[in-house]
């Protein structure tokens, strides 16, 4: 399944600056997969040692956040859009 998935800035110089890219997968978690085979490097940026996301990494399917469905097991559909928020902190 081809979803759309939005890079957000950081991470374009994984991406050849590319701030939105296609990807496959059934999960957030195998799309993460394809992502790491096409741009080396992204996962460990999103994902701590132990392959759980880092707790500031927000990732959003079609506007909703995955902490409140199934994590990286939230099901993917054809055509869903993706956003990869980095969180921000600052005072």
């Known amino acids: ?4 998935v939005r890079i957000p800035t950081p991470l ?4 050849e ?5 296609e990807g496959t997968g059934k999960t957030i978690g195998d799309l993460l997969e394809d992502l790491d085979g096409k741009f080396p490097g992204i996962r ?5 040692e132990s392959g759980n996301l880092r707790r500031f990494v927000n990732i959003y399917v079609n506007e909703e956040d995955i902490r409140f469905r ?3 097991e939230t099901i993917l559909s054809d055509g ?3 956003s990869i928020v980095p969180a921000i ?3």
């Open 89 to 91: 902190a600052g005072g």
């Open 44 to 48: 460990e940026r999103l994902c701590d």
């Open 1 to 4: 399944m081809a979803v759309k």
């Open 12 to 15: 374009r110089k994984l991406t």
């Open 70 to 72: 199934q994590g990286k």
């Open 17 to 21: 600056g590319k701030g939105e890219v």
């Open 80 to 82: 869903d859009e993706i």
